[in-house]
């Protein structure tokens, strides 16, 4: 059973990175048989570099989380010993909290683990995992994974204000999927902000790559039943005004979410290249080639691309009304 102990983070991290406290370890500790770690990021294998960049500190905007930092972070949980299983351990909490969505727009968010989308939570293939999730909210909340699990851990039974349940299943089968609150009305609680990808990564690991996560999200700012803005990893236009550093040549993974409710679909679009789809993540072989991908709420797909050529280069979904109000982004492709 694997413990991904190759994917220990800083291999690819500047000092001044890790200083700026856009990359944290958290709680290494090896005790008596047991094994327990915690790391957030990906496979940090050293076949990928990450172009240095200054973290944006966001400081007109304020929030708990950068959408930079949930761009690559992965949260692997905790992995420990009991009773001779190998358990691998994470702990979400629900909550309320304020996001500035731009200088002059706000929302109360229902969240988890204080951002929006909440943690990408990531196993292997057959591993036992456990997900400990803290009500703190005032109101009603499950976490409902996708993916295979017996019925009693299926997330739809509500968990007040104040409690706390825990889900524990074989994480199954490898793809890339997501969580979401099933409390209804589910509208509601997934466009407050209640989900997460959840990536399972096959018994042998995918060849390396510079992987990053992408969830499209709609904010119903008035409660119409209809997005009023949009956003790629929480923030609207973040990634317009914050482009994505990646190197040329070099392998992109990018798993990608629709969690956008109201809308039917959401299509994305990357320029000037084609990308790989693996449908569902459930392949490890490409499905097609193409520029444009459509998703319907809760589809996700893993797309793989290279760019050829160094310089700017914009990706977005293709309806433009969804572009244009929040989920416009650009990759910035430097030389390696
Ligand atoms: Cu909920």
Known sequence: MSQNTSNLPFNNWSRRQILQGSLTLFGLSL???SIGFKHLFSNFNPAVKIPNFELDTNPILDNPFNP??????????????ENGQIIRQYEVTAKSSLLHLNTSLDFMTWNLNDRVPGPTLRATEGERIRII??????HSHTLHFHGTHPSEMDGVKPIRHGKTAIYEFEAKPFGVHLYH???APVTRHISKGLYGMFIVDPPSPRPPADEMVMVLGGYDINNRKKNDVYAINGIPNYYRDNPIPIYQNQLVRLYILNMIEFDPVATFHIHGNMFKVYRTGRTLIPDEETDMITMGTAERHILEFHYQYPGKFMFHPHQDTIAEYGCLGNFNVVKN
């Open 31 to 33: 005790a008596g048989g």
């Open 133 to 138: 999730f803290h009500n703190e909210d005032g």
């Open 181 to 183: 609150c099933h409390v």
């Open 68 to 81: 930079m930092t949930i761009l690559r972070e992965f949260d692997y949980g905790t992995v420990k010993k």
